[in-house]
C-alpha cells in the first residue's frame, strides 16, 4: 500500500512559478514508477511527466517549463514538480501518481490556478 500527499498548489500569476510537493508512505525507491497527472475542469486527467527508472517523459505542453525531481536522501519519500513560466492553461487539479506491482495508486490532488 502506498499513500500519497501533495501539497504547493496555490494562486499564481502567469509567468510565475510554483512547486509542487508529493509525500508518499513508503520511500520512493520501493516504488517502480511515479508521477504528475492533471485534470481541468471538463477535461480529461492528463499526464504531466513521469519518471521509470532512470527515464523521465513530459508532456510536450510543459516540457522546458516543468521538472520532475526527488528528494537526495533515500531515507526521504517526497518527489516534487517546479513548474515555471505558467500560463492560464496550466490551471487544473494536479495529483501526485505511482505505480507499484501492478497496483496504482493516487494522491488526494492539490489545486493549480494560474491567472492571466
Known amino acids: 500500500q502506498v499513500q500519497l500527499v501533495e501539497s504547493g498548489g496555490g494562486l499564481v500569476q502567469a509567468g510565475g512559478s510554483l512547486r509542487l510537493s508529493c509525500a508518499a508512505s513508503?520511500?520512493?525507491?520501493?516504488?517502480?514508477?511515479m508521477g504528475w497527472y492533471r485534470q481541468a475542469p471538463g477535461k480529461q486527467r492528463e499526464l504531466v511527466g513521469a519518471?521509470?527508472?532512470?527515464?523521465?517523459?513530459?508532456a510536450d505542453s510543459v516540457k522546458g517549463r516543468f521538472t520532475i525531481s526527488f528528494s537526495v536522501d533515500s531515507a526521504k519519500n517526497t518527489m516534487y514538480l517546479q513548474m515555471t513560466s505558467l500560463k492560464p492553461e496550466d490551471t487544473a487539479v494536479y495529483y501526485c501518481?505511482?505505480?507499484?506491482?501492478?497496483?496504482?495508486?493516487w494522491g488526494q490532488g492539490t489545486q493549480v490556478t494560474v491567472s492571466s
Open positions: 501518481n505511482a505505480k507499484k506491482l501492478g497496483n496504482n495508486y
Open positions: 513508503r520511500s520512493i525507491f520501493s516504488i517502480n514508477d
Open positions: 519518471i521509470s527508472g532512470s527515464s523521465t517523459t513530459y
